[in-house]
């Protein structure tokens, strides 16, 4: 579904501008301050799900990546209001990952109901697919986790069998997250598919293949 354009959107997002890092590349391989985690959410849409996780670990760097401007400035004005110092938010394809960060920097990077691009020619362009798992197993340190969640079940029976295929070690697999209650930080989509009582997948996968950056 497509967003509806917001209302003044230019100095809304100048008013944020101090959340938003406009030249990232910069930034590649000094993105952290000390030993804190780096955390980064590929397509943070509205925030929700940013800006709860970041206030719940206030020692951990957020980095929320999305392309909808008219989404990311909800997402920052939220962070905003809560006061978060360690959230920051960057307008870029995930594609550009590797330019952003460098091999071994990211602690864990959260994929959250992306969008499924059904159908053979375009899969290429789901952020579980073979274009983008190597540029995750780069840019994560040893050990370091994907965690992912959909309510689409192709999406995610593919994303398993990709995972799995590309040297993906898999584990935490549920097809309904929620089941017992909620369970961990919703986004706004997730919040809402709970309400319709739509069943939410969700796993955790973590590289055991080798990595560039010199560890398996």
């Given at each position: 579904?497509?967003?509806?354009?917001?209302?003044?959107?230019?100095?809304?997002?100048?008013?944020?501008?101090?959340?938003?890092?406009?030249?990232?590349?910069?930034?590649?391989?000094?993105?952290?301050?000390?030993?804190?985690?780096?955390?980064?959410?590929l397509?943070c849409?509205?925030?929700?799900?940013?800006?709860?996780?970041?206030?719940?670990?206030?020692?951990?760097?957020?980095?929320?990546?999305e392309?909808?401007?008219?989404?990311?400035?909800i997402?920052?004005?939220?962070?905003?209001?809560?006061?978060?110092?360690?959230?920051?938010?960057?307008?870029?394809?995930?594609?550009?990952?590797?330019?952003?960060?460098?091999?071994?920097?990211?602690?864990?990077?959260?994929?959250?109901?992306?969008?499924?691009?059904?159908?053979?020619?375009?899969?290429?362009?789901?952020?579980?697919?073979?274009?983008?798992?190597?540029?995750?197993?780069?840019?994560?340190?040893?050990?370091?986790?994907?965690?992912?969640?959909?309510?689409?079940?192709?999406?995610?029976?593919?994303?398993?069998?990709?995972f799995?295929?590309?040297?993906?070690?898999?584990?935490?697999?549920?097809?309904?997250?929620?089941?017992?209650?909620?369970?961990?930080?919703?986004?706004?989509y997730?919040?809402?598919?709970?309400?319709q009582?739509?069943?939410?997948?969700?796993?955790?996968?973590?590289?055991?293949?080798e990595?560039?950056?010199?560890?398996?």
């Open positions: 579904m497509r967003m509806r354009k917001k209302r003044n959107l230019i100095p809304r997002m100048a008013r944020c501008a101090h959340l938003q890092v406009f030249e990232p590349e910069t930034r590649r391989g000094v993105w952290r301050e000390g030993d804190s985690p780096l955390y980064v959410e397509g849409g509205k925030g929700r799900f940013t800006a709860e996780t970041a206030a719940a670990e206030p020692e951990a760097l957020y980095v929320a990546v392309r909808v401007p008219d989404a990311m400035v997402a920052m004005e939220r962070a905003d209001r809560l006061g978060l110092a360690n959230v920051r938010f960057l307008d870029m394809d995930a594609a550009r990952l590797g330019e952003v960060f460098a091999p071994g920097e990211i602690d864990r990077l959260y994929i959250n109901f992306c969008d499924p691009w059904p159908g053979n020619r375009h899969a290429k362009r789901r952020l579980t697919s073979h274009r983008f798992l190597p540029l995750y197993a780069e840019a994560l340190r040893p050990g370091g986790e994907i965690h992912f969640k959909t309510d689409n079940v192709p999406l995610f029976d593919y994303s398993l069998e990709m799995r295929s590309m040297g993906w070690a898999v584990s935490e697999v549920t097809r309904d997250l929620h089941a017992d209650g909620v369970c961990g930080v919703m986004t706004d997730e919040a809402k598919f709970y309400e009582g739509i069943p939410i997948c969700r796993c955790v996968a973590v590289y055991k293949g990595n560039d950056h010199g560890q398996a």
